[in-house]
C-alpha cells in the first residue's frame, strides 16, 4: 500500500516535471477509465456483501481456505473459466476474498483461468485459430491457472 | 446521456434503495449487508484514484508504436522478448489480443510467439500491477508474475508443437 502511494506520487511529479499537458491528459484518460467500470464495482461490490452475508465465514474457510485441497481449486478454475470480471474489478474482489478467509492458492486459480481461459468467447476464438487451436490453448490453460496456483500456495504456508 | 447512465446503474440503485428500505424498515439482515459494502468498499476507496492514476500515466508515456515496430523480425528469442513486451503495454480483455494475434501472424510471427503474446497480454498487462500489488501484495504479484511467465512460455512450446506447420490464423 505505502509501496503504491509513493509510487504513484514519484511518477506523477516526473511527469509533471517533464510535460504538463500530457500529464493532464493521462489524468483524464485514467479518470475516465474508472468512471467506466465504477458501476460494474459496485455491482461486484454489492453481490459480494450480499454473498458474505449469506454464507459464513466459517464456511467460506473449510471450502476455498488453505486446507479446502482439491474441490476449491476446482471450483475456483471453473468459475474463473466461464467468468468475464475485468481485471479492474476482479483484484479488488480478489483482495476482499483473502480478507475473508481464502486460501493464496484459490485467489490466483480464479484469477489466472479468469484471464487466461475464455469460454464465454470461445466461439470468437474460434473464428480467429480454429476448433484445434483454440480448445487446445484454452484445456492447457486451465491446467496451467491450477500449476501456477498451487507453486503460490507452496510460499503461503 | 441520461438513458446510458440509468442502464448502467440500475443495480446499483437497486441495491441503494434496499439499504435504504432496510434502514427504514428496521430490516436487520439489510442493514448488515450494507455494512459489509461500506467496509469492502472503504478498503478500495483509497487505493483506486492512485492505481488509476497510474494507469492514466502509463497510457500517454509509453510508446506502443515504436515497440510494434520490433515484432515480426525473426521468430527466435528476440523475437519472443518484443512479443511479451508488446503484449504487457496493453491492457484489456483477451479478446482484444486476438486482432493483434492476427497481425502479429500476418508479420510472420510464430505460432509459438504468437501464443506466447496471447499468454502475456492475458497475465502481464503492465496497468495492472498496480492492483494486484495494492490488493494482494508484492510477494503475490511477484511469485504469480514469474510462474505465469513459465506456464505460458511451455504452452507457447507445447501449441506450436500441436498446431503444426500449417498452423494459420484468420482475420477472425
Not at chain 1, 22 to 46: C, E, H, N, Q
Not at chain 1, 70 to 91: T, Y
Not at chain 1, 112 to 118: A, F, K, N, Q
Request: aromatic share 16%; charged share 15%.
Amino acid at each position: 500500500m505505502q509501496i503504491l502511494i509513493v509510487a504513484a506520487l514519484i511518477c506523477l511529479v516526473l511527469s509533471l516535471i517533464v510535460d504538463r499537458k500530457k500529464t493532464f491528459t493521462g489524468i483524464k484518460r485514467g479518470a475516465k477509465m474508472f468512471l467506466t467500470l465504477l458501476p460494474a464495482l459496485l455491482v461486484v461490490l454489492s453481490l459480494v456483501s450480499i454473498f458474505i452475508y449469506l454464507v459464513p465465514e466459517k464456511v467460506i474457510t473449510e471450502y476455498l481456505g488453505s486446507n479446502s485441497g482439491a474441490l476449491g481449486i476446482v471450483s475456483a478454475a471453473l468459475i474463473g473459466s466461464v467468468s468475464l470480471i475485468p481485471g479492474f474489478v476482479a483484484f479488488p474482489l480478489a483482495g476482499i476474498m483473502v480478507s475473508q478467509g481464502v486460501s493464496y492458492t484459490v485467489v490466483a486459480v480464479f484469477i489466472t483461468s479468469l484471464m487466461m481461459v475464455g469460454t464465454l468467447t470461445l466461439p470468437l476464438e474460434i473464428k480467429y485459430f480454429g476448433k484445434k487451436a483454440a480448445f487446445m490453448r484454452n484445456i492447457l490453460s486451465f491446467f496451467g491457472a491450477i500449476i501456477i496456483g498451487l507453486m503460490i500456495g507452496v510460499f503461503f504456508r | 446521456m441520461k438513458k446510458k447512465l440509468l442502464r448502467d446503474y440500475f443495480w446499483v440503485i437497486l441495491f441503494a434503495v434496499f439499504v435504504l428500505g432496510s434502514f427504514i424498515f428496521g430490516f436487520e439482515p439489510g442493514k448488515m449487508i450494507y455494512a459489509n459494502f461500506r467496509q469492502f468498499l472503504a478498503e478500495i476507496v483509497i487505493l483506486l484514484p492512485l492505481m488509476f492514476l497510474l494507469i492514466g500515466l502509463f497510457d500517454v508515456w509509453v510508446p506502443r508504436e515504436k515497440i510494434e515496430r520490433h515484432i515480426g523480425h525473426g521468430s527466435g528469442p528476440s523475437g519472443m522478448f518484443w512479443v511479451i513486451l508488446l503484449a504487457t503495454v496493453q491492457p484489456g480483455p483477451l479478446y482484444g489480443a486476438f486482432p493483434v494475434a492476427y497481425i502479429l501472424f500476418k508479420k510472420g510471427a510464430s505460432a509459438r510467439n504468437i501464443f506466447i503474446y496471447l499468454g502475456a497480454f492475458s497475465c502481464m498487462a503492465i496497468p495492472m500491477y498496480a492492483f494486484e500489488i495494492g490488493f494482494l501484495g508484492v510477494k503475490f504479484w511477484f511469485l504469480r508474475f514469474t510462474f505465469s511467465l513459465l506456464v505460458f512460455v511451455s504452452i507457447g512450446f507445447i501449441m506450436e508443437r500441436y498446431v503444426g506447420k500449417d498452423f494459420k490464423i484468420m482475420a477472425g
